[in-house]
């Protein structure tokens, strides 16, 4: 049998029936995207042991176009997309991913980022995968018996939703305090002064989730426009 990488390997034929991506202009972003695309396609056909031929049959999609894909030298549609995902077992999402291509990311708590900072007094582990910018931070949270630990602020729109999982915890914002027991939870703007104490004498625990503020759009303004009217 061959490995996956030899069939990661194969190659389309050439001649006549190969697929053919239009002549258009390419830029940098769509470059990108035929890259991630194709390393996502040709992982998880070596994944299940499939060559180009098996995929080719499972799926409808030509063998030509399928190695078009994997090269980065053609976009696929929707159509194609789905039709390989629904061979392939996984969602169409999968192929677009840094991560998670099988539509799960195994993240082992002894592999798990952790900071400590406060000599030892505030500890955070990430829950999310590492690596790429993502609209949500996940984070486990200690703070150690009488301990405050100052938050940092965020861009404008960043809010934070902490939920105690053990002991108690007093979140001020600005000059407002809120003391949380165990199970309660409170949703913030982490884009003002913030700070998480532990007023009780043993280790407290919370999970929280950091959604990022959307990246306003860039609008292309004519130089001309401001001298109109």
Not at 195 to 212: H, I, K, M, Q, Y
Request: glycine letters at 6%; one cysteine or more; hydrophobic letters at 40%.
């Amino acid at each position: 049998m061959q490995s996956p990488l030899a069939l990661v390997r194969d190659r389309a034929p050439e001649g006549h029936d190969a697929a053919h991506a239009p002549d258009e202009p390419r830029t940098s972003e769509f470059d990108a995207l035929e890259h991630r695309v194709g390393v996502n396609l040709a992982r998880l056909r070596a994944e299940r042991q499939l060559s180009l031929d098996a995929l080719a049959r499972a799926s409808g999609v030509s063998r030509a176009m399928l190695a078009q894909i994997e090269s980065a030298r053609s976009v696929p549609s929707i159509k194609v997309l789905c039709k390989v995902a629904a061979a392939l077992k996984v969602s169409v999402a999968a192929f677009l991913r840094r991560h998670a291509v099988n539509g799960f990311e195994h993240l082992p708590a002894d592999r798990s980022a952790r900071v400590v900072t406060s000599n030892g007094r505030y500890w955070t582990r990430a829950l999310h995968p590492d690596g790429e910018p993502s609209t949500a931070e996940f984070h486990e949270l200690r703070i150690a018996p009488l301990h405050t630990e100052p938050g940092t602020q965020r861009a404008p729109g960043t809010t934070v939703n902490l939920v105690v999982s053990v002991g108690t915890i007093e979140v001020s914002v600005h000059d407002r305090r809120q003391l949380l027991a165990t199970g309660d939870s409170i949703v913030f703007d982490a884009d003002q002064p913030h700070s998480l104490r532990n007023p009780g004498d043993t280790e407290a625990r919370a999970f929280r989730v950091t959604v990022n503020a959307e990246t306003p759009p860039r609008w292309d303004v004519p130089h001309d426009a401001h001298t109109e009217g």
